[in-house]
């Protein structure tokens, strides 16, 4: 109890912390500087602005993989799709049977490819798929071009059923990336 004391009498020390700098100080701003003139008169100079570099397009995960490539994969009819942040989900009826596709694209893809191998889980290359594809159970793994795509399925019968299905879905990501 006495934990939770402590843990209550911090956050509420912090909220106030966070509310009073916001609100800035008690004491009103200074005014700004006035501006120094020059006593000569100054030429202008060419300013140049060099290209931003150019950041990779947004990879909308929903339409990497449809309704109907989530339905295949997971061979039962799906919910329509809930996108959210650089993931989508479809999750099956709650009639059943157990089924849910996941799409991950991005960091987030390439962050499950990187726990799961740090968990020494088992994966298998798959040659001629983007720059790089991996499948493990349950999953797929797809790099093109820096852009990673993770696609898991979650069904309660044996994941080895699903390879050729996750096989033939990270071609079709790979396609449309």
């Known amino acids: 109890m006495r934990y939770l004391t ?24 200074a005014a ?8 000569e008169p100054v030429a202008p100079t060419e300013v140049t602005e060099a290209p931003e ?5 947004q990879v909308d995960a929903c339409a990497l993989v449809t309704k109907k490539d989530a339905e295949q994969l997971a061979g039962t009819p799906l919910e329509d ?5 650089e993931s989508c989900w479809f999750t099956g009826p709650v009639s059943g049977p157990v089924a849910q596709v996941e799409v991950h694209v991005g960091d987030g893809a390439k962050k499950i490819l990187d ?4 968990l020494n889980h088992e994966f298998e290359t798959l040659s001629g798929i983007g720059d790089e594809a991996y499948l ?10 820096g852009v990673w795509v993770a696609v898991r399925l979650v069904r309660t019968d044996d994941p080895a059923k699903y390879n050729e299905r996750l096989t033939e879905l990270a071609r079709t990501v790979a396609g449309r990336l």
Request: charged letters at 10%; proline letters at 16%; hydrophobic letters at 45%.
């Open 6 to 29: 402590s843990v209550a009498r911090f956050a509420v020390a912090a909220t106030a912390l966070t509310v009073l700098a916001a609100c800035g100080g008690a004491e009103p701003a």
């Open 32 to 39: 700004p500087p006035a501006p120094v003139q020059p006593s």
């Open 53 to 57: 570099p150019s950041a990779p397009a």
């Open 81 to 85: 799709p809930m996108p959210s942040g």
């Open 115 to 118: 726990i799961d191998r740090d």
């Open 136 to 145: 493990e159970d349950g999953m797929v793994f797809v790099n093109v071009s």
